[in-house]
């Protein structure tokens, strides 16, 4: 079992940076792909990205590469989503979710979901 918690949303200006921390439970967190997705106001939830259980490849959906980073800290059972440029578009609920397959992709199957932290972008 995995419990995820997310945090550091909040109100931001367009064109600011935000760092987004996922902060998992249990000692297996290595053993887990991890993932960032966002839902908006009246819209399908959508991937952002994913990681590899070592951190050492990612992938990314288009509208956000080049502006978003994932990266983790298998130590502190912490993954982050690091968002620069930040734009009006971007305001969305951000959830982190675990694959104990390995996969990071959008067609994954997730085993586990953190409970979502607010990211509001003003123009």
């Known amino acids: 079992q995995v419990q995820l918690v997310e945090s550091g949303g909040g109100l931001v200006q367009a064109g600011d940076s935000l760092r987004l921390s996922c902060a998992a439970s249990g000692r297996t967190f290595s053993g887990y792909a991890m993932a960032w997705f966002r839902q908006a106001p009246g819209k399908e939830r959508e991937f952002v990205g994913g990681i590899s259980r070592s951190g050492g490849s990612t992938y990314y959906t288009n509208f956000v590469k080049g502006r978003f980073t994932i990266s983790r800290d298998n130590a502190k059972n912490t993954v982050y989503l690091r968002m620069n440029s930040l734009k009006p578009e971007d305001t969305a609920v951000y959830y982190c979710?675990?694959?104990?397959?390995?996969?990071?992709?959008?067609?994954?199957?997730?085993?586990?979901w953190g409970q979502g932290t607010q990211v509001t972008v003003s123009s």
């Open positions: 979710a675990a694959n104990r397959d390995g996969n990071y992709y959008p067609g994954s199957s997730y085993d586990y």
